[in-house]
């Protein structure tokens, strides 16, 4: 069994597991553009009760059955609000879909350009807090030492350098928001639970203002108080962290 989170007049459903994970920008962007979209939300009963692992597994395999595409996988997208349905996986190519569609993709070509480079900029960031999230049982200390100790510092250093460099200091490219602002916000918001005192006023005050800066976006601060927002797990509930 699946959680759907139906909206009336909704051409847009996205679909992935119950937790924030590379969902949660694509719903931060999705908010962000005022459109209303339905949710297939996997592991999780309809009444958004977790599900086991194995139970997560059963999820997937029966709606994967049901996807018209080439390369299904999660999350995916379809949108039916053309003449013929899109259908689409990879978090990236949604987002880069959607902010076509919804202009969050920068005014020229050198924000996008400057898009595209923070885009996977930070998604080997996530990479790295991935491996270390999942890595199960007594090797996650040590893994979790060498992530908060090296590997956390040369990004945020990186973002907040970067940041602190633009007249700008609300939006990591141009004057609004783009789709990297929701990438980067949840990797941020995540690294100060993951990692506390990661992200201060002290110690990176960019980056820090440009987290509360995010949350007070109207539609943002609207969908935060919502009841469909899910504040945890960030990960899947059997990773070390979660």
């Known amino acids: ?84 349905p899109v259908s689409l996986s990879q978090s990236n190519a949604i987002l880069r879909y959607l902010a076509r569609c919804f202009d969050f993709y920068g005014d020229s070509e050198t924000d996008r350009i400057e898009i595209d480079v923070l885009q996977d900029e930070a998604y080997d960031f996530r990479n790295e807090i991935i491996d270390t999230a999942y890595t199960l049982g007594e090797d996650y200390a040590a893994v979790f030492e060498q992530f908060s100790t090296n590997t956390l510092p040369h990004y945020l250093d990186s973002f907040e350098t970067y940041l602190a460099g633009r007249d700008n200091k609300n939006f990591f490219v141009g004057s609004r928001l783009s789709l990297v602002d929701f990438v980067l916000y949840e990797l941020f918001w995540q690294m100060t639970l993951m990692v506390p005192n990661s992200i201060t006023e002290s110690n990176r005050p960019t980056l820090f203002a440009f987290i509360k800066a995010f949350e007070k976006e109207p539609r943002i601060a609207n969908y935060l108080q919502s009841e469909n927002y899910i504040e945890h797990p960030i990960n899947s509930p059997w990773a070390s962290f979660a």
């Open 1 to 84: 069994m699946v959680q759907k989170l139906i909206q009336e007049n909704a051409d847009i459903t996205l679909g992935y597991w119950g937790i924030r994970g590379l969902g949660q920008p694509i719903r931060f962007l999705l908010i962000s553009a005022n459109v209303p979209f339905s949710e297939v939300r996997l592991g999780v009963l309809q009444d958004g009760t977790l599900l086991n692992k194995n139970k997560e597994g059963e999820d997937w395999g029966s709606v994967r059955a049901t996807l018209d595409m080439p390369f299904p996988n999660l999350p995916y997208l379809i949108d039916t609000s053309g003449g013929s």
